[in-house]
């Protein structure tokens, strides 16, 4: 099956999809979101044991799509719920996904793109890799993430990273626990593969079994907390400083703040 926005390999036992719309730095379009789900449906249940997420060109993912953006504003408050349940089912199924999971970020990570990159059960990221959650910049709420980012790095961290919507190189999302190793340009994808061969020594029911079980260990609570986030992600939509954000964000000014 043939894709617009992702090119899928598969090597034996090892998946690659890579994100390819290097002209938009990979952003995150409802295609996008649609072909990664169907991708990963047929991942979980063909021989494939190990899925490798990267992005073309020199960004992994730079989060929502600006065409996206412009439409947002202008949707019903159906339409926003529906859109914040997409999101969060995208986010859940690379949670969850049963297979192991290994994020190669070459370049920029930032707001959804942090999420894809930082949800894979490994995180390998070159030393030109960005990271951040920049919802707050543009009058957004990143309120999805924020349940698994709290998981990750803890409460105190992830208020420092979502209230300021900083963004941080890759020594400090280690620093952080937010990703798992850093390594040169030129030797992430080698690091990735070195990783992958040593991933594929080990019982592939095993490691599908602890996945599951880590997994299980949250689950109940993740349920409760990303019901409360789609309500949040399509709440804040409506309000002035979330069209006054997105407005000014892409007439490329500094936004005009009112608090409501």
Not at 62 to 91: C, F, P, W, Y
Not at 247 to 258: C, G, I, N, V
Request: charged content about 25%; hydrophobic content about 45%.
């Amino acid at each position: 099956m043939s894709y617009n926005t992702l090119v899928i390999r598969e090597e034996g036992a090892i998946a690659t999809i890579t994100f390819n719309r290097p002209e938009k730095r990979n952003a995150i379009s409802y295609e996008l979101i649609d072909e990664l789900l169907s991708v990963l449906a047929v991942l979980e249940k063909n021989a494939a044991q190990l899925v490798i997420l990267t992005g073309a060109g020199k960004a992994f993912c730079s989060g929502m799509d600006l065409d996206n953006l412009r439409n947002i504003t202008s949707r019903s408050a159906a339409e926003n719920l529906k859109d914040s349940q997409t999101v969060a089912k995208l986010l859940r199924t690379l949670y969850d996904f049963p297979k192991v999971t290994i994020a190669a970020v070459n370049g920029a990570a930032i707001a959804g793109g942090c999420g894809l990159a930082t949800l894979c059960d490994f995180t390998i990221a070159s030393t030109e890799a960005k990271f951040g959650y920049t919802e707050v910049r543009i009058g957004f709420t990143p309120a999805i993430v924020s349940s698994f980012l709290v998981l990750q790095i803890g409460e105190k961290q992830a208020r420092d990273l979502l209230f300021t919507g900083k963004i941080i190189d890759a020594d400090e999302a280690f620093r952080l626990g937010l990703i798992t190793e850093v390594v040169a340009p030129d030797q992430l994808m080698g690091r990735v593969q070195q990783l992958c061969e040593e991933l594929l020594q080990n019982s592939p029911a095993s490691l599908v079994a602890t996945k599951e079980l880590l997994n299980s260990f949250s689950a109940a609570e993740l349920d409760r907390q990303i019901e409360s986030s789609m309500r949040a992600n399509a709440e804040i939509r409506t309000t002035e400083d979330f069209r006054e954000g997105v407005t000014s964000f892409l007439e490329k000014r500094k936004p005009k703040w009112s608090g409501r």
